[in-house]
């Protein structure tokens, strides 16, 4: 599972995106949306409270009063968990700094791993650009936090070179 955050803002940024990749229903209406969640075998082990708030992280507020944080959270915790049933899995948060909701996201993991076991098979692996202009601004401690957690590697990258650049793109 892949994620990213712009520079802009996109409905399809952060977790939301993150949901839509999985699904693949990017610019479907809500109500067919809400048809392809009550038929995905991927959700058969959610409740329908769980499969709810999901569509909530997908469409915010769609039935009513959004669902809060730690509900949604926790109901896409669930889906991580069902999916590395399956197999070992990989999520992907590019531009971690960015975006409030999936920094969230990863300290909540984070405090659930360490008070109620794992997620599943899951392995988390965040991009963070250091200078970046539009980071949020508390993004960086606690990130830092989160690099201070049981279990957590940072790995720092230098920038390629021009020709390394080069070779990249060409």
Request: charged letters at 20%; aromatic letters at 6%; glycine letters at 8%.
């Amino acid at each position: 599972l892949w994620t990213g955050h712009g520079r802009e803002p996109h409905p399809h940024d952060g977790l939301a995106g993150l949901l839509h990749g999985f699904f693949h229903s990017q610019g479907e209406s809500a109500s067919s949306l809400e048809a392809r969640l009550a038929r995905s075998p991927w959700l058969s082990g959610l409740n329908p409270v769980e499969r709810a708030q999901l569509m909530d992280v997908m469409v915010p507020g769609f039935r009513g009063a959004p669902a809060s944080p730690a509900d949604r959270f926790v109901s896409l915790a669930s889906l991580l968990r069902e999916l590395a049933e399956e197999r070992p899995l990989v999520v992907v948060i590019d531009d971690l700094q960015r975006s409030t909701e999936s920094l969230a996201f990863l300290e909540y993991i984070t405090r659930r791993r360490a008070s109620a076991g794992q997620v599943g098979p899951v392995l988390f692996v965040a991009t963070v650009q250091s200078d970046d202009p539009v980071a949020e601004p508390s993004a960086e401690e606690r990130i830092d936090t989160l690099v201070l957690s049981e279990g957590a590697s940072l790995l720092e990258l230098a920038p390629l070179s021009a020709a390394a650049h080069g070779r990249l793109v060409t």
